[in-house]
């Protein structure tokens, strides 16, 4: 089984500040790892995700995320956030090569960028 | 392409009611899935489906029930409502292979 863990439930910040929001994983077999972004009453939409290749992951919107595998982690960033990206955040894990591609989602950040 | 769909929107029940879900997709996908929203709580997931006719539990399954007699659509029931079942409803879909998948707007369900 595995598990995901999103270190904070909140993040503010001020317009065009750097930010990063955390996430750990636990599986004992291998991953596949995705950030999914919900605007407000709104479904979620896929940020980025890591199958395999880089471990250096871009996404839409200018959000990136690093894959560390000896330090299980997944950790969205953005060097200057905008007014827009207040949302929730969720981080997810799906196991690499199985039948059904169930996700695991985390509990999720919501990010709140202020001006 | 109007993607993944969800009916109702919204919906207010009475403890011990019933009601049913729609998902529609309009993208062939084979897979699909139920999940609820809760605060603090994420996404965690009542049922999925790998096919037409098919049908899994996921992490939260009891008091739901699903049907997958047509591909493009994914039934969730709740036969008799209750309080705990106040949640946000969202349908996903995929593509076998593909890990990514597509959500739909969600419905709001309130049980008095």
């Known amino acids: 089984a595995q598990s995901v863990t999103q270190l904070d439930s909140q993040v503010p910040v001020f317009e065009e500040a750097p930010v990063e929001l955390r996430c750990n994983y636990s599986s004992s077999v291998s991953v596949y790892l995705f950030w999914y972004v919900q605007y407000p009453n709104q479904g979620l939409q896929l940020l980025l995700k890591y199958l395999s290749g880089s471990t250096l992951v871009k996404g839409i919107n200018g959000f990136e995320a690093e894959f560390n595998k000896s330090q299980t982690s997944f950790h969205l960033r953005k060097p200057s956030v905008h007014i827009s990206d207040t949302a929730e955040y969720f981080c997810?894990?799906?196991?690499?090569?199985?039948?059904?591609?169930?996700?695991?989602f985390g509990k999720g950040t919501l990010l709140t960028v202020n001006p | 392409n109007a993607g993944v769909t969800q009916t109702p929107k919204f919906r207010v029940l009475k403890t011990g009611q019933s009601m049913t879900l729609l998902c529609a997709q309009d993208m062939n996908h084979e897979y699909m899935y139920w999940y609820r929203q809760d605060p603090g709580m994420g996404l965690r997931l009542i049922h999925y489906?790998?096919?037409?006719?098919?049908?899994a539990k996921g992490e939260v399954p009891d008091g739901y029930n699903v049907s997958r007699l047509k591909k493009q659509n994914f039934l969730l029931g709740l036969e008799s409502a209750a309080p705990s079942q106040t949640s946000v409803y969202f349908c996903?879909?995929?593509?076998?292979?593909?890990?990514?998948?597509?959500f739909g707007p969600g419905t709001r369900l309130t049980v008095t």
């Open positions: 489906s790998v096919g037409e006719g098919t049908t």
């Open positions: 996903a879909s995929s593509l076998p292979g593909v890990y990514e998948q597509y």
């Open positions: 997810a894990v799906s196991h690499s090569g199985g039948s059904n591609y169930k996700l695991t």
